[in-house]
């Protein structure tokens, strides 16, 4: 069965610190990889995909990065962290529309 | 692009009453349409999703949606709720080709009283 890694579940930085978070996936092959952010009392705000090893987009412009080093893994990065990048951020794998979603981390920037 | 709106952020109802959520979308062509839930702290978990053929499509845990063309509308309901359906909830509509990006409304709590 396929399933998802995320880690750490929390994490807290000081501001302008550099940040990695890893998600990986097992029991698939050639996933679609998703980043999405959720603020407090908003919704979930895609950060970045992918369909493929080495393959990212973008969708909000923003002191983030990602990469996809393998087919199954997907790593959320960024050099240094802002106030505004707290949140939880979840990693999810995507065929056929039918999203699995990971724990999440959830980000407290100070 | 697509859209998608919760007009309502929060939710009490009785355990054992009936529930509706709504979700409206705005998308130029048929969309995918999907609910999903949220336990506190937790990851999301697909309750139902909407492709095409029949309108009403039946989920997981006793949760129904119906799709309205007319009304741009995929609510979501359950006749009887129970004190573990405490959550949050979101509705979410995908373009029918491509990379599958979803996009999510603000979401919905819900929360049930005795």
């Known amino acids: 069965s396929q399933t998802i890694h995320q880690w750490p579940a929390t994490l807290v930085q000081p501001v302008g610190s550099p940040l990695s978070l890893e998600c990986t996936v097992e029991?698939?092959?050639?996933?679609?990889l998703y980043w999405y952010r959720q603020a407090a009392g908003r919704g979930l705000q895609l950060l970045f995909y992918?369909?493929?090893?080495?393959?990212i987009s973008s969708e909000v412009p923003q002191n983030l990065s990602a990469s996809r080093p393998q087919d199954r893994q997907f790593i959320l990065s960024s050099k240094k962290l802002l106030l505004s990048d707290s949140g939880f951020y979840l990693c999810?794998?995507?065929?056929?529309?039918?999203?699995?979603f990971g724990s999440g981390t959830r980000l407290t920037v100070v | 692009a697509q859209s998608v709106t919760q007009p309502d952020i929060h939710i009490t109802v009785s355990e054992g009453a009936s529930l509706e959520l709504r979700c409206n979308y705005s998308?130029?062509?048929?969309?995918?349409l999907f609910w999903y839930v949220q336990s506190p702290g937790q990851g999301l978990q697909l309750l139902l999703k909407?492709?095409?053929?029949?309108?009403l499509v039946q989920g997981i845990k006793g949760f129904e949606a119906e799709f309205k063309r007319s009304q741009s509308s995929f609510n979501l309901r359950k006749p009887s709720v129970h004190w573990s359906d405490a959550a949050e909830y979101f509705c979410?509509?995908?373009?029918?080709?491509?990379?599958?990006?979803?996009?999510f409304g603000t979401g919905t709590r819900l929360t049930i009283i005795p």
């Open positions: 909407y492709f095409s053929g029949d309108t």
């Open positions: 979410a509509v995908g373009a029918n080709f491509g990379n599958e990006k979803l996009t």
């Open positions: 999810a794998w995507g065929v056929n529309y039918g999203y699995t």
């Open positions: 029991g698939t092959s050639n996933p679609n």
């Open positions: 998308y130029g062509a048929t969309p995918y």
């Open positions: 992918s369909v493929g090893i080495g393959q």
